[in-house]
């Protein structure tokens, strides 16, 4: 028995063995771990400017490498470009791209182990002459997208632990599939913002191409509408009328492009000028072709041209809401071809706000016109504000045909309505399903941003008429899915909040 429990069991050269291969494999797992979290890291940043970075730091740190680089081709594939570099300017270096050991993984499509760069005649030891960095060896995989398209390559320099394995080989290969997607995904952003950023230069080109021949044509139906008193002249006058209304409709659309585009910075220079252009534009036009010119012409282009292109500085103020709210409801038109929806409304006095006064009539106006357009006739409409410790909010709702889950995406987009394109059509102001270009809601989120208040909304789209292309009847007592007005009221509707600071200026 001594002799057996002498004996002592000693590591052999198998267990060993075994040991290694787990601590590899823990290695591996740990390598790929670490390559999962950089993937999520390098896929979710959309900024190209902090992609360059992000990228340039987690390569270098899962590979052990001293540098690392992106070259992107061009459009037609002659070129590599270093898009990011830790040691060359971004989009400041290029080459062909059959040339050097990133042209050569871009052409082939394969991968490159090089071990000593000096002794591969592919290498071009004109960068490191560039950066003063000498590279030892290299690694270098190609940049293919899902559809099959190679993009460029990516590369890394200088292991600090010896040469590149096949497992680095493997793993950069991996790394290179995340950095693809992140450069696709970057790149599409750019395309949208640009796109965005165009969108929003034409429509203030647009905004402001209006503003001249609108306030022309408007002076001219003026001028006939007082030269034909005569009975005879009644059709024209009718006409010159007709087009006065046409021509507000215009403006009403040019001023609320304006409203938001006066937002965006814009150059003192250049309004000074396109305001002296104007200018002249409007007298020569109002006087032309005409001998006698009208009586106090310079007058009325004065008035024009301060109505036009005055841009005042907002004027903060503290304001009384529910005198503001009283003058928006006394606003509010009557007609003998329309029932419009009851409005109820809970307006305490005492609650102040600071803002500009002709900013806050145009928000609450405006989303009373929306519930007025979107609630057939005979409905509801509810007006309330409630108040905390911090904030004052003001409820629009409305019991009307609500708005569809896909269209709520969009709302507040601009020139965006909410009704099927093929069922649309533009009526008069404040009629039930009038629609519009769908500025109101933009205006009011850019003054939002502005003046330092909160807009949130929700909808639920009518049950009887899921579609954008189902139609309201428009008058309750005719829908023909309801048999008394609570059906219609409990059906769908929306609700529009304003939020101000209590009691506070904006941005305080």
């Not at 396109?274 to 006087?287: H, P, Q, V, Y």
Request: hydrophobic fraction near 35%.
């Amino acid at each position: 028995m001594s002799d057996i429990a002498s004996i002592q069991i000693r590591p052999t050269g198998r267990t060993t063995i075994r040991r290694s291969e787990d601590l590899l494999l823990k290695e591996q797992i740990d390598r790929h771990v670490q390559l999962f979290h950089i993937g999520q890291l390098i896929t979710s940043e959309i900024n190209l400017d902090i992609l360059f970075d992000v990228l340039a730091e987690q390569t270098i740190q899962i590979m052990d490498t001293q540098r690392c680089s992106v070259f992107l081709a061009d459009e037609n594939g002659a070129n590599l470009t270093a898009f990011a570099s830790t040691d060359l300017k971004k989009n400041q270096t290029k080459m062909p791209s059959d040339f050097g050991i990133a042209g050569w993984v871009y052409r082939n499509r394969l991968p490159l182990n090089i071990p000593d760069t000096y002794k591969d005649a592919r290498f071009y030891p004109g960068i490191d002459r560039l950066t003063g960095f000498r590279t030892n060896n290299i690694l270098c995989v190609p940049l293919i997208n899902r559809n099959g398209e190679c993009l460029g390559t990516l590369q890394t320099l200088n292991k600090n632990s010896g040469d590149f394995t096949d497992d680095d080989r493997e793993l950069f290969s991996y790394l290179a599939n995340y950095v693809t997607v992140a450069i696709e995904n970057a790149k599409l952003y750019e395309k949208l913002k640009a796109a965005d950023e165009a969108k929003e230069r034409v429509i203030n080109h647009l905004s402001h191409e209006l503003k001249t021949p609108l306030s022309i044509i408007s002076a001219a139906f003026d001028i006939i509408e007082k030269k034909t008193s005569a009975p005879e002249d009644l059709r024209i006058k009718n006409a010159a009328q007709r087009g006065k209304r046409s021509v507000a409709r215009l403006m009403d659309l040019q001023e609320k492009v304006g409203d938001i585009m006066q937002l965006l910075p814009v150059e003192q220079d250049s309004k000074v000028m396109s305001l002296i252009n104007d200018t002249i534009d409007i007298l020569e036009e109002l006087n032309e072709g005409s001998q006698d010119r009208p009586e106090g012409i310079f007058d009325l282009a004065r008035k024009r041209v301060d109505c036009i292109f005055t841009v005042q500085s907002p004027r903060i103020e503290r304001i009384s809401l529910q005198e503001v709210l009283l003058k928006i409801l006394s606003k509010m038109p009557t007609s003998t071809k329309r029932n419009y929806p009851k409005i109820h409304s809970q307006i305490a006095n005492g609650l102040f706000v600071f803002i500009d006064r002709q900013v806050l009539e145009k928000v609450l106006g405006g989303l009373l016109k929306n519930a007025a357009e979107n609630t057939p006739d005979e409905g509801r409409i509810e007006i309330t504000i409630a108040e905390t410790d911090r904030d004052i909010r003001i409820d629009f709702r409305d019991y009307g045909i609500g708005i569809s889950a896909k269209n709520q995406k969009n709302i507040f987009s601009g020139f965006f309505h909410t009704h099927d394109t093929n069922t649309y059509s533009s009526k008069h102001p404040y009629e039930f399903n009038a629609g519009g270009a769908g500025l109101d809601l933009l205006r009011i989120q850019a003054f939002s941003k502005m003046f330092d208040f909160s807009v949130q909304f929700e909808s639920r789209r009518c049950r009887h008429i899921p579609l954008d292309t189902d139609l309201c009847e428009g008058k309750i007592s005719t829908c023909p899915h309801i048999q008394e007005k609570a059906d219609c009221l409990a059906s769908g509707g929306s609700i529009f909040s304003i939020t101000f600071k209590k009691e506070g200026r904006p941005g305080s």
